[in-house]
């Protein structure tokens, strides 16, 4: 039935394209001959008419015209049009000078002809997109009669007001894509962008009204209803600026991933959402080199520890689009290794993918998994990071964080691993806590391997700061105090992090996996520390509230193993830039495994023993700069 449709349908647009070319060909003679065409000419015309109709025909369906959707005509589809009728009047020229040589014919009908023909052709194919953009029945007596007044297309009965802030490529795709979908129930009343150039000018018939200094007045003189900003390369002061100028309007606001977000850097409507804090960090777009991480990754075996949680996951999304062989989610806890199980098979059909329900610091189980998967690529991102719950059981971050990562380090060099990845942490740099000992000591192990030269496995590192969203990021924790009415709790009013969205620092992971040769720390550019307490301030007005008048803020003091200020890197460790602007690398260090390895076996007794106090003297013997604090410095 349905391919019984679609032939109809193409014989009816064979059909007038050959009455369009066959009246092109006839006016082009009327226009030459000035309306009274000689005898001899028209029996040229009757005579050539159907050797036109034939090459032209044939010459567009060699240019996809017969494939198109004309209800979405584009500019491709006209450049195609103009095109198919250059190529087909030519065509058409060399046969009749080859069969009748120009004795007799009029040249200029051939170039009339031409333009005749780009003309028709295309306005029927616009006349069909004019059709289905104007809708059925009653709908286009309506809006061809505002049409001519020069009004725009009345928007659906219900639709929402809506001013578009950013008059610029992305604020342009946005509105063509409402325009072109009535459900979803918006109407664009006018364009926003502080650009003075582009004021009291018109995008598709639509004004730019003004700037944002001007969005309180002209949302009220619009009868605006929302408001969305469409600037996804704005910088965290200029998002700031227009975030505070829409709270001023009291109508709801959202707006488009920032580019960072945007991994294929598509922007549609349904990547709309809520305004959150991490537009407030800059939105400054992240490049990786594609064809470079596609090389390690593409039909490789990758497997991932700690698949489950905040960076694993979105490490596991970002692998899969470089298409590998398989992906094992290697997770200990059950429900979230079910629900990144889910995701990836549902977005990645074609890639294997393979849950390990299994403990880094059980080695066994490592064993198993790595036999079945036999992984080229390892990330490494399973571990304990909640810094004042590991201050009070130390033994647990020795087990996991340091114990665990010599589990998979060892395993990955039995199975001949070509890259290892470890996800490390800013509080591994002169900690002041256990997570952070334990994490230093974990990448002084793996920093070590290629030291040593005992494995043909590219060990590296990438460290980082707080990625926004995690689980155990600050965010949640101040959104669900700001829901409960306050107070908003934060350790110090002078405490400050450097913060990353998780798609941006799973991205780098993924280039900096690419560019390690082994033992290298790659240190993630996290732009400028953010004091909590404005990050706090920012959540409660972007919730709508006013800071220390509709909800308090309350400061509770740094918590164990806390410090005011963190670090990427320690003075003098010899950082370098790299070919990625985003990405420093620390390289190498001397083979001390065996020192190390005994060390760590002290380490794993005292954990054994529950043995905070030993735990930490040990921690203090590897790392030099440790110092151990309770209530942070």
Request: charged share 25%; aromatic share 8%.
């Amino acid at each position: 039935m349905k391919s019984r449709l679609i032939y109809k349908n193409l014989i009816i647009i064979l059909a007038v394209d050959a009455i369009l070319i066959g009246a092109a060909w006839y006016f082009a003679y009327l226009l030459r001959f000035n309306f009274e065409i000689p005898a001899e000419a028209m029996a040229k015309l009757e005579r050539t008419l159907p050797l036109v109709l034939g090459i032209k025909l044939v010459t567009f369906y060699f240019f996809d015209l017969y494939r198109g959707m004309w209800r979405y005509t584009s500019i491709v589809d006209l450049l195609n049009i103009v095109k198919a009728a250059l190529v087909g009047s030519m065509v058409v020229v060399g046969m009749i000078f080859f069969t009748h040589g120009f004795t007799g014919f009029a040249r200029s009908v051939f170039f009339i002809d031409g333009v005749l023909t780009v003309v028709l052709i295309a306005g029927f194919r616009l006349g069909i997109r004019l059709y289905y953009w104007l809708g059925t029945g009653d709908e286009i007596a309506r809006s061809s009669t505002a049409l001519l007044f020069g009004l725009r297309r009345p928007g659906e009965k219900g639709a929402r007001k809506l001013l578009i802030i950013g008059a610029g490529d992305c604020g342009e795709k946005l509105y063509r894509e409402i325009q072109d979908n009535a459900k979803l129930g918006y109407q664009v009343i006018g364009f926003i962008d502080d650009d003075p150039d582009k004021v009291e000018k018109k995008i598709h018939g639509v004004p730019v009204l003004g700037t944002t200094e001007q969005l309180s007045e002209i949302a009220g003189r619009m009868k605006a209803e929302e408001a969305l900003i469409a600037i996804p390369s704005a910088t965290s002061e200029q998002m700031r600026a227009i975030v505070a100028r829409c709270g001023e309007t009291g109508i709801p606001f959202k707006t488009v991933p920032g580019l960072r977000e945007l991994i294929n850097g598509r922007v549609t409507v349904s990547t709309i959402r809520e305004v959150d804090y991490r537009d407030l960090l800059g939105r400054e777009p992240i490049h990786v080199e594609e064809r470079r991480i596609g090389a390690y990754l593409e039909n490789a075996r990758v497997l991932v520890t700690g698949a489950g949680g905040s960076i694993g996951s979105e490490v596991c999304r970002q692998v899969c689009r470089f298409r590998p062989a398989s992906l094992t989610l290697y997770e200990r806890a059950e429900s979230p290794l079910y629900e990144i199980e889910l995701e990836i098979k549902r977005h990645y059909p074609g890639i294997e993918i393979i849950p390990a329900l299994a403990d880094i610091r059980d080695r066994r189980q490592l064993q198993q998994a790595f036999s079945a998967c036999r992984p080229h690529v390892v990330f490494h991102a399973a571990a304990y990071k909640h810094v004042p719950m590991l201050e009070l059981q130390p033994w647990t971050a020795v087990r996991n964080n340091i114990q665990g990562t010599r589990n998979v380090v060892e395993v990955s060099k039995e199975h001949g691993v070509e890259r290892f990845v470890f996800v490390s942490t800013d509080k591994a740099v002169r900690p002041t806590n256990v997570m952070g000992a334990t994490k230093r000591v974990a990448e002084m192990l793996v920093q070590s391997q290629n030291g040593c030269g005992l494995s043909s496995t590219r060990f590296m590192i990438v460290r980082f700061g707080n990625v926004l969203g995690s689980v155990g990021s600050v965010v949640p924790l101040f959104k669900k105090q700001i829901q409960q009415g306050g107070p908003v709790t934060v350790t110090h009013p002078e405490v400050t992090r450097y913060f990353m969205t998780i798609p941006e620092a799973c991205q780098l992971i993924l280039q900096a996996g690419s560019m390690g040769e082994g033992g290298e720390i790659f240190i993630l550019r996290m732009g400028t520390p953010i004091r909590i307490d404005d990050l706090a301030r920012d959540l409660i007005r972007l919730s709508g509230f006013e800071p220390e008048v509709d909800i308090g803020i309350e400061y509770i003091g740094l918590r164990p193993g806390e410090k005011l200020y963190e670090e990427l890197s320690t003075e003098g460790e010899g950082i370098v830039p790299t070919s990625h602007d985003k990405i420093l690398v620390l390289r190498g260090a001397e083979c001390d495994l065996e020192v190390l390895h005994g060390k760590i076996d002290g380490l794993a007794r005292f954990a054994y023993d529950h043995d905070g106090e030993g735990i930490r003297g040990m921690l203090q013997a590897i790392v030099s700069e440790y110092s151990p604090s309770r209530r942070g410095e």
